[in-house]
């Protein structure tokens, strides 16, 4: 199975995931934890230029691009492979990201960041994706006092760009209820890391029947 762990920036989800994959490899399980954008050395060298928070000048297309560029070297490299030898890929972030960010609070059309994906993925979705949800201030807060995470170049958008980012999220969820799940991330840790497991379990039985 492939899993996306989605949300807005302070939402938790990489925290959890660590938690997760963990737990699902003491239960067994071939598990393949990754991250985008990065995940392999080329698509990680992208991340560093997304990321960087000098380059205050990168348009928003181009921005798009190298998330599409970064997002298909990794599906080459790594997440096309594991999912063709049988093993549970989690993914902090996928292509919903990208059209939370870049096609909502960017103002690119959610259109335009899925023919970019959809010709970068050859419309690799993924079988489930797990929406943390937080409203953006209780995020940002849990940002600024975590001094052991990486502060980035989105971290530090205006609080408007995060609520359009979050509203993007929940668009998404509406349009692809098959596959999304909300959870409350402003919940405690060990109650969302609970539920989180609880659904992965019960999916992975429901897949393997």
Request: hydrophobic share 35%; net charge neutral.
């Amino acid at each position: 199975m492939f899993i996306t762990f989605e949300g807005p920036e302070g939402s938790g989800k990489s925290s959890v995931l660590d938690k997760i994959c963990h737990q699902l490899e003491h239960d067994g399980f071939n598990v393949v934890k990754t991250r985008e954008p990065g995940g392999t050395p080329i698509s990680e060298q992208i991340r560093n230029i997304i990321l960087d928070k000098s380059n205050t000048n990168l348009e928003p297309r181009t921005e798009a691009l190298l998330y599409a560029a970064s997002r298909r070297q990794h599906l080459v490299e790594k997440i096309w492979p594991a999912l063709k030898e049988g093993k549970i890929v989690l993914c902090d972030r996928y292509l919903d990201s990208s059209l939370a960010y870049q096609g909502n609070a960017r103002g690119l059309g959610y259109e335009n960041i899925l023919a970019i994906n959809n010709f970068a993925t050859e419309n690799t979705f993924p079988d489930l994706t797990i929406l943390f949800d937080i409203q953006p201030e209780l995020g940002l807060e849990r940002i600024s006092k975590n001094s052991n995470r990486e502060v980035n170049r989105l971290d530090l958008e205006k609080l408007d760009f995060h609520k359009k980012v979050r509203e993007g999220f929940l668009e998404l969820a509406k349009k692809y209820p098959e596959r999304f799940y909300i959870v409350d991330a402003s919940q405690p840790f060990l109650d969302v890391c609970l539920e989180v497991y609880d659904l992965i379990k019960y999916k992975l039985k429901v897949n393997n029947k």
